[in-house]
């Protein structure tokens, strides 16, 4: 079965129209940190349930129950998530988690390392220096994950 997922990062309060129809039509949301504000979850769950971590900007007593790190089970696949790959306290293996999802440095890029998947979806907030405005879609089949990047125009 496929399952198709939406990656987002750094809204920074920001939820722009381009981004949510870029992810209409998915089955979960998955937002790697630097959120905003409690109305940037709440525009997303409108979509599809949302997963998030916690940013170095998420402060306040909104953000105190979303969590620094987060595994999501899509299928057979585990995803690890965290806002600062810098934080991660632990190297994966493909044989703990397929995927490594993190955002912070608002850079998109995917790339596979020692036969894990790493994707950052870049920012959908306020754009930062001449960086892109982008999100990231992950098609999940069995345990085969395929990820790419959606530059947003803005």
Request: hydrophobic share 45%; charged share 25%.
């Amino acid at each position: 079965m496929e399952r198709l997922i939406g990656v987002i990062s750094d809204t920074h309060g920001l939820v722009r129209p381009e981004a949510i129809d870029a992810l209409r039509g998915l089955e979960l949301i998955l937002h790697a940190g630097d959120i905003g504000d409690s109305t940037v979850l709440e525009d997303l769950k409108a979509i599809a349930p949302v997963v998030a971590v916690r940013g170095n900007n998420d402060k306040g007593a909104w953000a105190e129950d979303i969590p620094h790190w987060e595994v999501v089970e899509v299928g057979a696949v585990f995803i690890y998530m965290v806002h600062d790959l810098n934080e991660m306290d632990m190297r994966p293996t493909p044989a703990e988690f397929q995927v490594v999802i993190s955002g912070h440095s608002h850079r998109p890029l995917i790339d596979e390392r020692n036969g894990v998947l790493y994707l950052n979806p870049g920012s959908a907030g306020p754009r930062r220096f001449d960086l892109p405005v982008s999100i990231a879609r992950m098609k999940v089949v069995g345990d085969s994950v395929n990820a790419q990047l959606v530059e947003l125009s803005v």
